[in-house]
C-alpha cells in the first residue's frame, strides 16, 4: 500500500508559478511510475505528466509541454511538479498517482494510489 499527499496549490495569477509536492508513505517510490493528473470542474480527470521508475524518462501531456517539470526524489520518497507559466485553463484540482505499470500510462485506470488532490486556480 502506498499513502500519498499532495501540496503546494494555491491562488496565483495567470503567468505566475506554483511547485506542487506529492508525499509517499508506505512503500518506496521507487517501485512505481508515478503521474500528475487534474480535475476542473464539469471535465472528466486528465493526464497531465509521468516519470519513470528511475526518473530517467517523462512524458507530458501538451497543454503543459513546456511549462511544466515533473520530478522525483527516491531519497525523500517525493515527487513534484514545478508549474510555470500558469495560465487560467490550468486551474484544476491536482492529483498524485502511482503505477505498478512497467511504462509510463495516461490512463488514470493503469494508476492504483492516489492523493486526495490539491486546488489549484489561476486567476485571468
Known amino acids: 500500500q502506498v499513502q500519498l499527499v499532495e501540496s503546494g496549490g494555491g491562488l496565483v495569477q495567470a503567468g505566475g508559478s506554483l511547485r506542487l509536492s506529492c508525499a509517499a508513505s508506505g512503500r518506496t517510490l521507487s517501485s512505481y511510475i508515478m503521474g500528475w493528473f487534474r480535475q476542473a470542474p464539469g471535465k472528466e480527470r486528465e493526464f497531465v505528466v509521468g516519470?519513470?521508475?528511475?526518473?530517467?524518462?517523462?512524458y507530458y501531456a501538451e497543454p503543459v509541454k513546456g511549462r511544466f517539470t515533473i520530478s522525483r526524489d527516491s531519497a525523500t520518497n517525493m515527487v513534484y511538479l514545478q508549474m510555470n507559466s500558469l495560465k487560467p485553463e490550468d486551474t484544476a484540482v491536482y492529483y498524485c498517482?502511482?503505477?505498478?505499470?512497467?511504462?509510463?500510462?495516461?490512463?488514470?485506470?493503469?494508476?492504483?494510489?492516489w492523493g486526495q488532490g490539491t486546488q489549484v486556480t489561476v486567476s485571468s
Open positions: 498517482a502511482a503505477s505498478r505499470q512497467v511504462l509510463i500510462r495516461t490512463s488514470s485506470n493503469d494508476y492504483h494510489y
Open positions: 516519470i519513470s521508475r528511475n526518473g530517467g524518462s517523462t
